[in-house]
């Protein structure tokens, strides 16, 4: 094998290294830091998910809030109060009509008296609301939620549990979700005068939960993706499904704190909701597959080694080229030498155009060669003497 052929093997292999060495270092650093990020950046994407849906849940329910005690204390109210009369509860009646129609997520909105009985009522279906006639309208008396409102003190807000609705003690179908929220009246002599309590449609703000998982404070779910293992609880439909058969190692954890837990098969955020007013609490929980959460890292992963491959042939090429560009010049002083060698002295000139090294050792080469020339004549005109 001839030197600048060996040579060249020398310096691809070189530059081939000194590239590839760094790039791969580098590259596989980057993998592990880039991946790590992507998944972190996975993860808060959905903690900062969950945290808005507690954001939507807790804002609904503080219009809820403001809609009860503005009831309770409207201008309305207290002239019904100061004057119960026919046209005085029409108007109270009125007042419920427009706020049921503006905000259409109310079952029902209600004033009951000291005594437990409906005085003024509106229902709604979400597309129709309507004032239930005096006629029919009922004691509540023995119903935990007046009951328990008119334990209360002051301007303290009654809130049930989350649950299905039901008529004459049967949970109507199709399920109706409903929370209730409740406060004390007063009148003008600072003296008990009954409840307002509106029947809130939970729906409205669990659509927008889609397939994150609700659960309530007693463990059992408000909202899943699937409908079967929803309302699991002894007051609901009893199926007994809860967080502890969804999720059996992972229960207590959830349960007793907030964040991210992640797992080889899923990954949990999950983000604790206070309901204002009261010790409840409920607790959103969003799963995903941590695999199909990983495969964003693997597809980036692939593209990362793809143009680290890309660069490392690219460096090639150039390694190639480079090589070419310094050796070339050597193989065109080795065929001259070769010549030079068989007595060709005046027929092969170099001729390298480089201004480098190889180019002053070319030129060298080149007045090397001439001398030998003129040597040679002088030699030749001496032996004719």
């Known amino acids: 094998m001839k030197i600048y052929h060996k040579l060249r093997t ?3 292999i070189v530059f081939f290294l000194v590239t590839l060495i760094p790039a791969l270092i580098t590259g596989i650093y980057a993998i592990q830091v880039s991946s790590q990020s992507l998944h972190t950046q996975e993860i808060d994407k959905q903690t900062m998910q969950a ?3 507690a954001h939507n849940v807790m804002s609904f329910l503080s219009i809820v809030r403001g809609d009860v005690l503005f009831l309770s ?3 309305v109210m207290i002239e019904y109060l100061a004057e119960p009369t026919e046209v005085k509860r029409h108007t109270l009646e009125q007042e419920f009509l427009v706020l049921s129609q503006h905000r259409r997520i109310y079952y029902q909105i209600r004033y009951l008296n000291n005594k437990g009985q409906e005085i003024a009522r509106v229902d709604s279906n979400g597309l129709r609301s309507d004032i239930i006639p005096r006629h ?8 935990y939620y007046f009951k328990d409102t008119v334990r209360l003190l002051g301007k303290e807000i009654f809130v049930s549990p989350l649950d299905l609705n039901r008529e004459r003690g049967q949970i109507e179908s199709p399920h109706k979700p409903v929370i209730r929220y409740a406060v004390n009246v007063y009148d003008q002599k600072g003296q008990q005068a009954g409840i307002v309590i509106t029947n809130v449609d939970a729906h409205q703000f669990l659509k927008l939960l889609n397939t994150t998982r609700l659960v309530d404070q007693q463990g059992y779910f408000s909202n899943h993706p699937d409908i079967s293992k929803r309302w699991g609880g002894t007051t609901d439909l009893n199926t007994g499904h809860d967080i502890k058969k969804e999720y059996p190692v992972l229960a207590q954890k959830i349960q007793e704190h907030k964040g ?3 797992t080889p098969a899923l990954t949990l955020s999950f983000q604790t909701l206070k309901i204002p007013g009261t010790i409840k609490y409920w607790t959103l929980i969003i ?7 990983l495969k964003m890292v693997t597809a980036f992963q692939m593209t990362f080694i793809m143009i680290l491959i890309v660069a490392v042939m690219i460096a090639l090429i150039i390694a190639w080229g480079m090589s070419a560009t310094i050796t070339r010049p050597i193989e065109q002083l080795t065929t001259v030498a070769e010549k030079i060698s068989k007595g060709e002295l005046v027929t092969h000139r170099v001729e390298v155009h480089d201004k480098g090294e190889i180019g002053q050792l070319a030129q060298a080469f080149e007045r090397m060669r001439v001398s030998m020339i003129k040597s040679f004549e002088r ?3 001496h032996s004719k003497k």
């Open 51 to 53: 945290k808005t849906l």
């Open 287 to 293: 799963q995903s597959d941590t695999q199909d959460m």
């Open 379 to 381: 030699l030749r005109k």
């Open 10 to 12: 020398r310096l691809i």
């Open 260 to 262: 991210t837990i992640s």
């Open 73 to 75: 204390q409207s201008p």
């Open 136 to 143: 029919k309208l009922q004691d509540k008396s023995s119903r």
